[in-house]
């Protein structure tokens, strides 16, 4: 098993803190999700990142993002498909044209809630169930964000190795851990983008979700342009 010093942990978390606070598409996802329909479906957009970062992360360890840098096939597969992800996400939040305001959209998502159906358990009690559609959803579009991210493949195949030591176990293990810190590091950076979200929310409550719309198909686009620029590794 790996066993790195605290140094070189200290020194990754601080590499990999200063990577989290650069926003990318997945932070993109996960904001317009918040704003558009609070904070759970927020933290769903989280996990899903999460989910994606994991799957980075196994990637790097068996070898499948050595093999994508090195193909140009490959590599040009997942970035097409990627950002095709991001324009679709672009298309539908252009049409979506939602009607009303933050304020309007806040309550909705509260009545909705309140008037969900009880459940009755063994005991007798009552329990209101969550609404898993909306929120699968919100998992799986995050997590093909992330997964579909050749930069990241990139980032983590190029990141990783640079924090490996030797004499510190093999190097499998070693850089499963170093996958493991960053995606824990990435998933507490993206937590604080769903309470910045969720508070903007409140405080942007007299604007039209429609200019959300406008703003995040704009982003969407412009993620989907930057995904299809990434260039393989020298």
Do not use: C
């Amino acid at each position: 098993m790996a066993v790195l010093d605290v140094q070189t942990l200290l020194a990754f978390s601080a590499a990999s803190a200063a990577l989290v606070a650069t926003p990318g598409p997945a932070v993109g996802v996960i904001l317009a999700t918040t704003l558009r329909r609070g904070r759970p479906a927020g933290m769903a957009s989280v996990l899903g990142v999460v989910t994606g970062n994991l799957g980075h992360t196994v990637a790097a360890v068996v070898g499948v993002s050595a093999l994508l840098a090195a193909s140009a096939t490959a590599f040009t597969v997942v970035k097409i498909a990627g950002a095709a992800w991001l324009l679709w996400l672009a298309v539908r939040a252009l049409r979506a044209r939602t009607p009303g305001t933050f304020a309007s959209a806040a309550a909705d998502d509260a009545a909705a809630h309140a008037a969900a159906p009880a459940a009755a358990e063994p005991d007798g009690t009552t329990t209101t169930p969550p609404r898993a559609p909306g929120l699968r959803s919100a998992y799986r579009a995050a997590a093909l964000v992330g997964l579909l991210n050749p930069k990241a493949a990139l980032f983590f195949l190029a990141f990783l190795p640079q924090f490996v030591r030797p004499g510190a176990g093999p190097v499998w293990s070693q850089m499963l851990l170093l996958g493991l810190v960053f995606t824990g590091i990435a998933g507490v950076g993206d937590t604080l983008w769903v309470l910045g979200g969720t508070a903007a929310r409140r405080a942007l409550g007299r604007v039209r979700m429609v200019v959300l719309d406008r703003v995040s198909a704009a982003l969407f686009t412009a993620f989907a342009a930057l995904t299809l620029a990434v260039r393989r590794l020298a």
